[in-house]
């Protein structure tokens, strides 16, 4: 097993880096970069953009196809007719957009390394800064979510299994089925309206993870609060995981029951809980572990936007989105570089995790 872990990590290296080259090649090709932000605010509305001259770490960013990092002129940009060219070299220099497209990507994968981030182009803060900020809203969506989902979907899925085609199976798959069918974001509008201060009820706050006077409560008080104020969230981004987990442990458990050990198990007079959870779930939930690693990763990063932006929660999903509208280059590498990192690790966790449930299954003689 030691000799499988160690492919496993130096697979990471290789793997980290195509993920990094290829976001970044992409990027180059975007329109608006950083520079043209900056113009665009100069020129427009936000008359406190030129406070922000000389900010942040400018290694990280890619660039438009534009600004190609020899000599850059006004023209290059659009919107920079009649600002001074010194001025566009100066917003060149600021961003990193003076240096070649190799050098700008060099020194973000050696910074990246070290996990160095460097700091936001537009936010006068470093990126780990901004990201420590945000995770505690992210690792509460998505952890509680991902508890909440597997602990009701997985007893749910084999009761489903064990009365397979009768009135609960039925009705339960129905009621599954309408909730996978609703939209998140459209259901979170629903509790809203419900329940917190809508049309109807005022029983749930509508915004925030915690209430203003957090600091003064008792610990009791704190936990209940930030359950109160995770309530209609975790509610509307769990309805739709259900399904997945609940009808993927329902099929499992049904090839399982199938099989022949089990007929020999119910033979030998063991009781149909000894079955199901000490001969089938072992080798039933195998399938399940392998859709947990992706399962949790998409909950904790990308699958609460929608969510938080209604229930203004200002987490990692909003940060990143955010930062790639703002073309706020380091924040969006940053959380690339550590979403893929963390899910690479996450995978590896569950390739181990099978070995612990089955022991019949040996990474060590297969090839990676």
Not at 15 to 26: K, N, R, Y
Not at 74 to 85: F, I, M, N, T, V
Not at 233 to 243: D, E, H, N, T
């Amino acid at each position: 097993m030691g000799a499988y872990i160690l492919r496993r990590l130096l697979l990471m290296i290789p793997t980290m880096f195509g993920i990094m080259a290829v976001s970044f090649a992409i990027i180059q090709f975007a329109p608006g970069g950083p520079v043209e932000q900056m113009i665009a605010q100069l020129t427009g509305t936000n008359v406190d953009a030129t406070t922000r001259i000389g900010g942040g770490s400018g290694d990280f960013g890619a660039g438009n196809p534009q600004g190609s990092g020899n000599g850059s002129s006004a023209g290059k940009y659009r919107g920079s007719q009649g600002l001074d060219p010194e001025f566009i070299k100066l917003l060149e220099k600021q961003f990193g957009f003076d240096k070649p497209w190799y050098t700008r990507f060099g020194n973000m994968m050696w910074s990246y390394l070290r996990f160095d981030f460097g700091d936001s182009y537009f936010r006068d803060v470093s990126v780990i800064s901004l990201i420590k900020e945000k995770l505690p809203v992210s690792i509460s969506l998505g952890l509680w979510m991902t508890l909440i989902s597997y602990g009701i979907s997985i007893p749910l899925g084999i009761r489903k299994a064990v009365n397979d085609g009768s009135k609960f199976d039925v009705w339960s798959s129905s009621v599954i089925v309408i909730g996978y069918a609703i939209p998140g974001f459209l259901f979170a509008v629903i509790l809203i309206v419900l329940f917190a201060g809508g049309s109807f009820f005022n029983w749930f706050p509508s915004r925030g993870l915690t209430s203003d006077n957090w600091e003064q409560l008792s610990l009791i008080g704190k936990v209940g609060d930030y359950f109160w104020h995770l309530a209609l969230p975790l509610v509307a981004m769990s309805l739709s995981a259900f399904a997945t987990t609940t009808f993927l442990t329902k099929n499992s458990f049904l090839d399982e029951i199938k099989k022949q050990y089990v007929v020999t198990a119910r033979a030998k007079g063991l009781t149909e809980n000894q079955v199901l959870y000490g001969h089938v779930f072992r080798n039933a939930m195998l399938i399940i572990i392998a859709g947990f690693p992706g399962a949790f990763i998409g909950a904790f990063f990308t699958g609460s936007l929608l969510i938080e932006t209604i229930f203004s929660l200002d987490g990692l999903g909003l940060l990143s989105f955010k930062s790639i509208l703002d073309r706020d280059y380091p924040v969006v590498f940053a959380n690339l570089y550590i979403f893929s990192l963390v899910g690479i690790i996450v995978g590896l966790i569950s390739d181990l995790t099978y070995t612990w449930i089955d022991p019949r299954i040996d990474f060590e003689s297969r090839e990676v």
